[in-house]
């Protein structure tokens, strides 16, 4: 009799390897591990986990390779409405989880698993992530989640895996790192606390650099494609090379505060210089070629779309609807962005633009109007306070 099917989405830590010889020895089922890459692995992590999947006792193990299509589905429209969670965090590990969770989930059901799961314990967002996605996208599939349902301590889990003759050395490193296309998270034990910020060894780029330095950001229609004057096949490219230039500064560390999907609060710490450069650049780029009620109305969609992502709704129809939003105020958004950079900082210098509206044909702003008169600005102050002057003279009448 052929054993059920399990997609286990895998990472090669403590838990996914607790879950493959848990699902497979206890549970009696066929693991098929799979690890969705979305820029944060080198190849030769990639091949070390692979191996440690095999020796595990995984079915089949498969890498699935989501760099690109993260950014087209995903990180494009973060860019698009300069989203940043709590006007702090680009969302570097709620974009990315649920981004995996959706490939998981498809790849859970084109194989026609049984059943498929995740190593998440009940205490952070992820485990909402993954769980939203796979019961939209494979609802057939039983969700396992043995960590959260078995409430493990890391303790008992070493303790199976020796038993089952697991001998890697599982020592918790006193930080907890996360990395990908979009950033990097860091947790430790001064995130736990309301008050302490995270040391210089905790950071994963060390500060080397140290000499300012002046870049250039080519956007068109809202995309990075070039990076001082070099074009890039694909936007990626360019993030990747911002970041190798931008994160030796220590540009780009924070520590997020915000509220989690269960309903507390949580802090996490993170350093992603290139999307922080890139939003701040894109936005001041915005301010100069938009409209104010463009500005205005992508601010608010922009905001929704973040918080909805972060919540793991990135498979709500909505999403679309903004995306197609988003999409459309950036037919415009093509120019130059200067940027100093600095340790421990950066600022925009200015931009170029054939769309810019602080054109000099119309005036510039507190010197010169070509294209009103004083009289013309007369009657719309008068017009424009008519409304306000009646309340005030009403009011003070009645009373």
Known sequence: MSKPKVVLAFSGGLDTSF??????????????????????????????????????????????????????????????????????????????????????????????????????????????????????????????????????????????????????????????????LWGTSVGGKETLTSSQYLPEEAWPTQVTKST???ISLEFVEGELKALNGKA???????????????????????????????????????????????????????????????????????NSYGTMLHKGQFVEPVMRNIETFLTDTQAHVSGTVHVHLAPYRFHIEGIESPYDLMSAKFGSYGEMNNAWTGDDVRGFSKVASNQSMIYQQVTESAE
Request: hydrophobic share 40%; charged share 25%; net charge negative.
């Open 212 to 214: 300012p330095e002046t």
């Open 19 to 180: 879950c493959v010889k848990y699902l497979a020895e206890d549970r009696g089922y066929e693991i098929y591990s799979v690890l969705v890459d979305t820029g944060g692995f080198s190849a030769d992590e990639l091949q070390t986990i692979e191996a440690n999947a095999y020796a595990l006792g995984v079915k089949k193990h498969a890498t699935i390779v989501k760099t690109q299509s993260y950014y087209d589905d995903c990180i494009k429209y973060l860019i698009f409405g300069n989203v940043l969670k709590n006007n702090t965090y680009p969302l570097s590990v709620s974009a990315e989880r649920m981004f995996q969770a959706v490939a998981v989930a498809e790849y859970a059901k084109e194989i026609g698993a049984n059943a498929i799961a995740h190593g998440s314990t009940g205490a952070g967002n992820d485990q909402v992530r993954f769980d939203m996605a796979f019961r939209i996208i494979i609802p057939e599939a039983e969700i396992i989640t043995p960590i959260r349902d078995l409430k493990l301590s890391r303790e008992a889990e070493i303790e199976y895996l020796t038993k089952k003759g697991v001998g890697r050395e599982w020592t918790k490193a006193a930080y907890s790192i996360n990395k990908g």
């Open 232 to 302: 890039y096949d694909t936007p990626v490219e360019v993030i990747q090379a911002l970041t190798a230039i931008a994160q030796p500064f220590g540009i780009g560390r924070d520590i997020h505060v915000g509220d989690t999907i269960i309903g507390i609060k949580g802090r996490v710490g993170f350093e992603a210089a290139a999307p922080l450069i890139i939003i701040k650049a894109h936005h001041t780029l915005e301010k100069h070629v938009l409209s104010e009620q463009q500005l205005y109305w992508k601010e608010q969609l922009a």
